[in-house]
């Protein structure tokens, strides 16, 4: 019954999708009504209108969060996703908001994180009404804009909505995540040194989300004379050739920029990507230049907690990860922006104090945010359902899994990440020319209508 609604809607399908990764949802500067911008606002607007027209019941939380309801019970499950995406960075083969179509792949920033996904929910959802079935439970599909950021959607939903019976976020992979590591944010801040003899760097910005690996890092430095800039933008070449770091320069005077291009990744992955900050770092660090000391300590973070004294491991989460996502430099203070995801036996306050112990005196660090970790039991009946929903539909394992990742998981009781990856798909999440298979979109159609019947009938 799903597989032929879903083949006589697929152009529908495809082309509603197209539409709402079309638009470029980046969290920007707050108007009214819309707290995240401009982006988040009409990506919103887009799912409801569409909802509508599909003769389903939505509301619009105060440009915070929406969702769109099924069913006529009090108590729901829900299926939570975010329709803000990160900035689209550099190096894109294919436009960023094009939605461009090419090999059976979608090709747009959001169209894996979190964007397609959740509007295969929500076309699960229409399917089920279009359908005819009427689940004991209503369902809702729950849309936030700040996910990656603050949360402060899902602040404001729960503050006015009631909690769900459980559900699920498809904003991981499949088969099913049942643990989320912990989730911390730390800035470390250095003062920048006043040596006037030594080289000076004037500015210094680098990445654009904690959760990102940085693809740039640029600095500006003062060599004193035009001379020492020429004898230094050939020193940096050659290090940066020895290095394989992709470097571009520009001497003017006695000023020398230095641009440092990275590889952007999740910053739950943070191996996946090439991170341009310790790049610049290791660069600079092998001159004589002001805050030596501090480059070469930034030269050695490593994705594994080393370098700030945190390495740690347990044996259901894993290894710790680290990823150095933003730096700046600002009224003669150094920021460095660090992303931590640790396992569920150590707690922020262990990472702040061996933070201390591990970094010079001068250095100040203190928790930005901070986000404990998620544990749900294997035997609890919304994983059990789920499971059985997998195994059912593509008649493979669903040995559940353990992410860095953070999902709206969190912020719902009984909730878990279930898809939109599927086993063996290339994760492209908040990298150039992120992606999604057109045929794993209509599957998720599929499965999650299936996942949402039966938690609503279950729960």
């Known amino acids: 019954m799903f597989d032929q609604y879903i083949e006589e809607h697929r152009t529908e399908m495809v082309e509603s999708l197209r539409s709402l990764l079309q638009i470029p949802s980046v969290k920007s500067e707050a108007q009214d009504c819309r707290p995240f911008g401009q982006g ?17 019941a939505t509301r619009n939380l105060d440009g915070y969060a929406g969702h769109v309801e099924y069913g006529q019970d009090r108590e729901y499950v829900a299926v939570v996703g975010h329709l803000d995406v990160v900035p689209a960075g550099n190096g894109w083969k294919h436009p960023p908001f094009g939605a461009e179509i090419e090999d059976d792949k979608i090709f747009a920033r959001g169209a894996l994180d979190d964007k ?8 699960a959802l229409v399917m089920l009404k279009d359908l005819g079935l009427q689940p004991r439970r209503s369902i809702r599909v729950i849309f936030g804009l700040d996910e990656e950021n603050d949360w402060r959607c899902m602040e404001h939903y729960l503050a006015s909505e009631a909690k769900p019976l459980g559900g699920f976020t498809p904003d991981a992979a499949f088969p099913l995540i049942h643990a989320e590591k912990g989730i911390a944010t ?13 080289p000076k760097v004037l500015r210094f910005e680098a990445g654009q989300r904690f959760n990102m690996v940085p693809d740039y890092a640029f600095a500006q430095v003062d060599c004193h004379s035009e001379t020492a800039a020429r004898e230094w933008e050939g020193k940096l070449h050659k290090e940066a050739r020895s290095r394989q770091i992709e470097l571009d320069t520009q001497a003017t005077a006695a000023i020398i920029q230095l641009t440092v291009r990275g590889l952007a990744a999740h910053g739950s992955t943070p191996g996946d990507g090439t991170n341009a900050i310790v790049h610049l770092a290791e660069l600079l660090g092998m001159q004589s230049v002001s805050n030596g000391s501090m480059w070469r300590a930034i030269a050695g973070q490593d994705t594994g907690g080393n370098g700030l004294g945190i390495a740690a491991s347990d044996e259901i989460m894993g290894a710790l990860t680290v990823n ?5 430099l600002t009224d003669r203070t150094y920021s460095f922006f660090f992303n931590i995801r640790y396992p569920m036996t150590t707690c922020i306050d262990d990472i702040l104090e061996k933070c201390h112990g591990a970094l010079s005196d001068k250095w100040k660090a203190t928790v930005v945010e901070n986000r404990n970790p998620l544990f749900i039991p294997l035997d609890h009946p919304v994983i059990a359902t789920l499971r059985r ?6 008649g493979l394992k669903s040995t559940p899994l353990v992410m860095g990742g953070g999902t709206y998981a969190r912020a719902m009781p009984n909730t878990v990440a279930f898809g939109g990856l599927f086993p063996g798909r290339e994760d492209t999440a908040h990298q150039k020319d992120e992606y999604w298979h057109i045929e794993d979109f209509l599957r998720c159609v599929s499965i999650f209508g299936h996942a949402m019947n039966d938690l609503a009938n279950t729960l």
């Open 389 to 394: 929903v997998y195994e059912e539909q593509t």
């Open 324 to 328: 150095l996502g933003i730096a700046s």
């Open 186 to 198: 730390v800035k470390v801040e250095v003062p920048a040194e006043n040596d006037s003899m030594l």
């Open 40 to 56: 988040p606002a009409e990506a919103l607007e887009y799912v409801l209108n569409f909802a509508k027209g599909k003769g389903l």
């Open 116 to 123: 397609g996904p959740i509007f295969a929910a929500l076309w």
